[in-house]
């Protein structure tokens, strides 16, 4: 069984069912075999944007009243933030400022999971990276 973490734009794009995800990605997270993680950075970081204006998905914005559900319908498993977390989130040597950025970052490589992201940085983090 492979583990994965989803970045808050492929999860976004998951929810959206937009054609942004790579065919790659959208397999990682389609396959039942997998284990996909969503981050509740990731939580933070789009109820932070759509309170700022920045995020006016429909198919996102419901979600967000509903996100436990979402998680539960997509076979999605939670994953929380732990101090040892943001000890590495803001450690890394990376030139990277974006805090949710980082934070999963971290999460993926504590865990040794796969990184579902476009962001190319991630592999400057040593993340492995999938897309």
Request: hydrophobic content about 45%.
């Amino acid at each position: 069984m492979n583990q994965y973490l989803l970045d808050t734009h492929a999860l976004i794009w998951w929810l959206s069912t937009t054609e942004r995800l790579s065919q790659t990605a959208r397999s990682v997270i389609e396959n039942n075999a997998n284990s996909i993680f969503v981050s509740s950075v990731s939580g933070w970081e789009m109820t932070i944007k759509r309170r700022a204006g920045k995020l006016a998905i429909p198919a996102v914005l419901r979600v967000l009243d509903n996100y436990q559900t979402m998680l539960d319908d997509n076979g999605f498993i939670a994953l929380p933030i732990e101090i040892e977390d943001g000890l590495l989130a803001g450690n890394l040597d990376i030139p990277h400022r974006d805090p949710f950025d980082r934070m999963l970052f971290a999460q993926a490589l504590r865990r040794d999971l796969g990184l579902v992201s476009i962001d190319g940085i991630a592999d400057q983090a040593g993340c492995r990276r999938i897309w």
